[in-house]
């Protein structure tokens, strides 16, 4: 018995730990095709003024294009590394390319902010 809770807890804390290593990114079918999507299912976003794994979406953008922010323990795994901010908070990367939500997206599966500003910011896909 002392085994079986033994080895019921080493596999509670591996995946615990993988849970806090990378955010697992979702997909969803939106009308512009196939996207990423944070765990609320809304619609993730890349910024073109983004360069280098940096953030340039800071200030009165960053409100209106909130950040996929990465818990303080986080661990990038694969093609999900992390960005520290301006302001300091870590944010989730796909592929080097910081990811954002849009404020005026309502309701999951929504893509208000792709083409967004003369095309700088895009859907996030897969």
């Known amino acids: ?12 804390l591996m995946l615990a730990s993988s849970a806090a290593s990378a955010q697992a990114l979702k997909t969803a079918d939106t009308a512009k095709g196939k996207t990423f999507v944070d765990a609320k299912g809304m619609t993730l976003y890349t910024f073109d003024k983004d360069a280098g794994g ?20 986080a661990k990038p795994t694969a093609d999900m590394t992390i960005v ?5 908070k870590k944010m989730w990367a796909y592929k080097g390319k910081p990811l954002y939500t849009f404020k005026k997206d309502m309701a999951a599966g929504d893509t208000n902010g792709d083409g967004f500003l003369n095309g700088a910011w895009h859907i996030a896909k897969p």
């Open 54 to 73: 940096k953030s340039m979406c800071n200030g009165p953008c960053a409100d209106n294009w909130p950040a996929l922010l990465a818990a303080d323990d």
């Open 1 to 12: 018995m002392t085994k079986s809770f033994a080895a019921l807890a080493a596999l509670a």
């Open 84 to 88: 520290v901010r301006d302001d300091g």
